[in-house]
Structure formats: structure tokens, C-alpha cells
Nanobody
Framework: QVQLVESGGGLVQPGGSLRLSCVTSGLTFSRSGLRWYRQTPGKERELVAGISSVGEATIYADSVKGRFTISRDNAKATIYLQMNSLKFEDTGVYYC?????????WGQGTHVTISS
């Protein structure tokens, strides 16, 4: 059974930082590319960042380039999203995504609120 469990969300002021974690189980983690998505009010879920199976390749949404960093620890079967210089528009629910044998898996999401 594949499970993805996010944590690390919270309330932070603009310009602040948060680090999200996604602990996975049941995935062949070292062979899995993984992603972070977010759902912001009134918008469709969007891709924020992705990382290849061994971490040699990453992709980012234009809106977060230079501010967010995705990383992974294969020994812990965990991916991270370091978010710096947070803006109001980063508010939303952040989801971890994985895929195995053609089936997509999502975590339950962690809430991020940027507010002064």
C-alpha cells in the first residue's frame, strides 16, 4: 500500500520560510520521480516542483524559481520542499505526488498560509 504523508505547513509572514516534508511508504522510492503540487483558492491544482529518481534533475514552476528548492533523501524515502521568500500568493494546500506502475498517488495535503 502506497502512502504519502505531508507535514510542515503552517502560518508564516511574507518573506518567511517553511520546509515541507513528504514521507512515503510502499513506493520503490529510489526509482520514483516525485512532485509537489499546490491548490490555491480559485485555481486548479498546479505543479510547483519535481525531482527525478536520483535527484539529478529538478523542475520548478516559474512562479517559485529561485525561492523554492525540492530535494530528496532516498534513505528516508522522503522529499522536501524548502520555501523561502514566501509571498501571499503562495498560500494554499501543498500536495505530494508519486506514481508507481501507472497509478498516481497523492498525499492528504498540508496547509500553507502566508499572512501578515
Amino acid at each position: 500500500q502506497v502512502q504519502l504523508v505531508e507535514s510542515g505547513g503552517g502560518l508564516v509572514q511574507p518573506g518567511g520560510s517553511l520546509r515541507l516534508s513528504c514521507v512515503t511508504s510502499g513506493l520503490t522510492f529510489s526509482r520514483s520521480g516525485l512532485r509537489w503540487y499546490r491548490q490555491t483558492p480559485g485555481k486548479e491544482r498546479e505543479l510547483v516542483a519535481g525531482i527525478s529518481s536520483v535527484g539529478e534533475a529538478t523542475i520548478y514552476a516559474d512562479s517559485v524559481k529561485g525561492r523554492f528548492t525540492i530535494s530528496r533523501d532516498n534513505a528516508k524515502a522522503t522529499i522536501y520542499l524548502q520555501m523561502n521568500s514566501l509571498k501571499f500568493e503562495d498560500t494554499g494546500v501543498y500536495y505530494c505526488w508519486g506514481k508507481q506502475r501507472g497509478t498516481e498517488y497523492w498525499g492528504q495535503g498540508t496547509h500553507v498560509t502566508i499572512s501578515s
